[in-house]
């Protein structure tokens, strides 16, 4: 177990473009740097980065996005395939990424991904700090609104924390995952972590009805709560905050309950804060107004009926593509996700039903993959339903003669 023997220098705090070109030249011929994003996901409406966290072999940065604005300086190591960069949970800062700057992020290793190919129960970074180098990680800030301004220094030192020792997490696991031979599978998830893109996020006019309780409420009860719903959508936006921050579920549930309702009456609503009344409450009469005229909502929408849905065939290789997973985890004393990940068995039990030709189910496949596990794969694939057998008709014998 490692530690340091005294506390690390404060981080550089970078808050103009001046800055992030000068960090571009320091970091000029780094091979590896730790990254980490903060964003304010929790309380907007508009996720944005607030902050990235670098870290080098010595020091530590924390840039300001909503200061600095321009981040182009940043894209030549993050594109850079010698440069390494190291996450933990990569997935959601590299969308975050992407989407915000667009920057290509190339060279990844993901600590996360790492230990949970390795086996390790806990996949958490406090978890793994503490285990490897005897440093407690305070969780007290995990949900912070980092795009408040200005930050305080406990909040710049948690952030700086994500990154501070990632590098050197990053060279123990490396260690284990070579001596356990699971470097190339490891290698290969990375990779398909840098080919993440992000999808902009619609708003679902249906997603009322997974509401806790709204299935259970009358017809016409429903379309109030339907309007109430569209109302706080439409509210969160133009405030700009995550729509729970503007209505709790449980209260759209209990307005929904309560309509027809009157104004004063509103205000003595279970969950109706005085600030709630004062600032939403003749709106919030208007839309359970809505509802009551509106069409009752009978029942929820169907199910898409198209090929969403998967046949019994498809199903069934399915499930023999996760036993076989399985078995070969337990031989190799790894996870099941070394062998193939959720994906892949979903891509592979499908790739029949696309094509008969048994040369192409293997597509989504590395080649590395495809030399380890492609007969076995293709025979499990070619295996085929057996057929339903034909229920056999009873000869009727003629009723005896009178």
Not at 57 to 73: G, H, R
Not at 269 to 286: Q, S
Not at 316 to 340: H, M, T
Request: aromatic share 8%.
């Amino acid at each position: 177990m490692e530690q340091e023997e005294q506390g690390p220098p404060p981080p550089r705090i970078l808050t103009t473009i001046s800055h992030l070109e000068w960090l571009s030249e320091r970091l000029h011929g780094e091979r590896r740097l730790a990254v980490d994003v903060e964003s304010d996901g929790f309380f907007a409406y508009r996720e944005k980065v607030c902050l990235i966290q670098i870290s080098s072999e010595k020091e530590d940065f924390i840039v300001d996005p909503l200061a600095a604005k321009d981040l182009s300086p940043l894209s030549r190591f993050m594109s850079d395939r010698e440069v390494e960069k190291v996450f933990h949970a990569s997935e959601y800062d590299i969308l975050c990424l992407k989407r915000d700057f667009g920057f290509r992020i190339h060279g990844v290793f993901d600590t996360m991904v790492a230990a949970r190919i390795l086996g390790e129960p806990k996949l958490g970074l406090a978890h793994l700090i503490g285990k490897h180098f005897g440093v407690h990680l305070s969780k007290k800030l995990q949900r912070a609104n980092w795009g408040k301004r200005p930050l305080s220094p406990e909040h710049l030192e948690y952030a700086r924390m994500d990154t501070h020792y990632l590098l050197r997490l990053r060279d123990i696991l490396e260690r284990e995952l070579e001596g356990r031979k699971l470097l190339k599978e490891a290698r290969e998830a990375f990779g398909r972590l840098e080919l993440l893109e992000h999808q902009a996020k619609e708003f679902d006019p249906q997603c009322y009805w997974r509401l806790p309780g709204a299935k259970e409420l009358p017809p016409r009860t429903r379309a109030v709560l339907k309007e109430l719903y569209f109302y706080r959508e439409r509210k969160s936006a133009e405030l700009n905050l995550a729509p729970f921050r503007v209505l709790s579920e449980p209260l759209l549930i209990k307005l929904a309950s309560l309509a027809p309702i009157s104004y004063e009456d509103l205000g003595k609503a279970r969950g109706m804060t005085p600030y709630l009344y004062e600032h939403y409450g003749k709106e919030l009469i208007e839309a359970m107004e809505r509802g009551l005229c509106a069409q009752p909502e009978e029942e929820p929408p169907a199910r898409p009926s198209n090929g969403d849905r998967w046949d019994g065939d498809t199903t069934r290789r399915y499930e023999s593509l996760r036993q076989w997973r399985k078995e070969q985890a337990d031989k190799r004393g790894v996870n099941p996700v070394v062998i193939l990940d959720t994906d892949e068995v979903k891509s592979l039990a499908e790739a029949p039903s696309r094509s008969t030709d048994p040369a192409t189910w293997l597509r989504s496949l590395s080649e590395y993959k495809k030399e380890l596990y492609g007969t076995e794969l293709t025979a499990i694939l070619s295996v085929q339903a057996p057929p339903r057998a034909k229920r056999r008709r009873r000869k009727r014998k003629p009723a005896p003669a009178a």
